[in-house]
Every structure is written in structure tokens, then in C-alpha cells.
Nanobody
Framework: QVQLVESGGGLVQPGGSLRLSCAAS????????MAWYRQAPGKQRELVAT???????RYSDAVKGRFSVSRDNAKNTVYLQMNTLKPEDTALYYC????????????????WGHGTQVTVSS
């Protein structure tokens, strides 16, 4: 059973920093893309950042220059370093991964974590 477990959320003042982590556990063959999404109350879930297995990284315009995504493939973990946080960054942050379960020929399945709350407030 593949699981994604996020950690690192919390309450921070505007201008502060947080680092989120997401670790994939269970039995699987490989991970392709890992990403962070977020969903604020009353809004749709939106993509924050992606990091593919070949090293391609992308950010949404809303976080570009403030957030940094990285992966530790040996630990099957993706991180999101969030700096200069703003109140509008307040949301439930979800980890996402495309995981190949069995071997190089199996389809990639999509997995989501349960989310970690980030609240930016003075």
C-alpha cells in the first residue's frame, strides 16, 4: 500500500518561513513526478510546484521566487521550502506523486497525501 505522508505545516507570521516534507512509503518500482498543491477555503485546488524525476522543476506564478521544491530520490521524499510567506499562502497543502507500482512496464498511478495546514497570520 503506497502512502504519501506530509509534515511541516503550522502557523507562521507574514514574512516567515516553513519547510514541508512529503515521504512516499510502501512497495513500488519508481516515482516520476512529485508535486505540491494547495487549496484555500472556498477555492479550487491549485498547483504550487512540481519536480520530475529528470530534474525538471516548475512553479506557479504566485510562489515563484519565494518557494523552492526539491527531491531526495534516495528517501522518496519531496520538500517545499516556503519563504517570505504571505497571508494569501494560507491553505491546506497536498503532496502528489505519480508512482509506478510494479515494474518498468506498469502504468503510473496517482497518489495524494492527506494534506498539511499552513496558516500565515499575525
Amino acid at each position: 500500500q503506497v502512502q504519501l505522508v506530509e509534515s511541516g505545516g503550522g502557523l507562521v507570521q507574514p514574512g516567515g518561513s516553513l519547510r514541508l516534507s512529503c515521504a512516499a512509503s510502501g512497495s513500488f518500482f519508481s516515482i516520476n513526478s512529485m508535486a505540491w498543491y494547495r487549496q484555500a477555503p472556498g477555492k479550487q485546488r491549485e498547483l504550487v510546484a512540481t519536480a520530475t524525476s529528470d530534474g525538471t522543476i516548475r512553479y506557479s506564478d504566485a510562489v515563484k521566487g519565494r518557494f523552492s521544491v526539491s527531491r531526495d530520490n534516495a528517501k522518496n521524499t519531496v520538500y517545499l521550502q516556503m519563504n517570505t510567506l504571505k497571508p494569501e499562502d494560507t491553505a491546506l497543502y497536498y503532496c502528489y506523486a505519480e508512482i509506478q507500482p510494479d515494474d518498468r512496464w506498469s502504468r503510473f498511478n496517482q497518489y495524494w497525501g492527506h494534506g498539511t495546514q499552513v496558516t500565515v497570520s499575525s
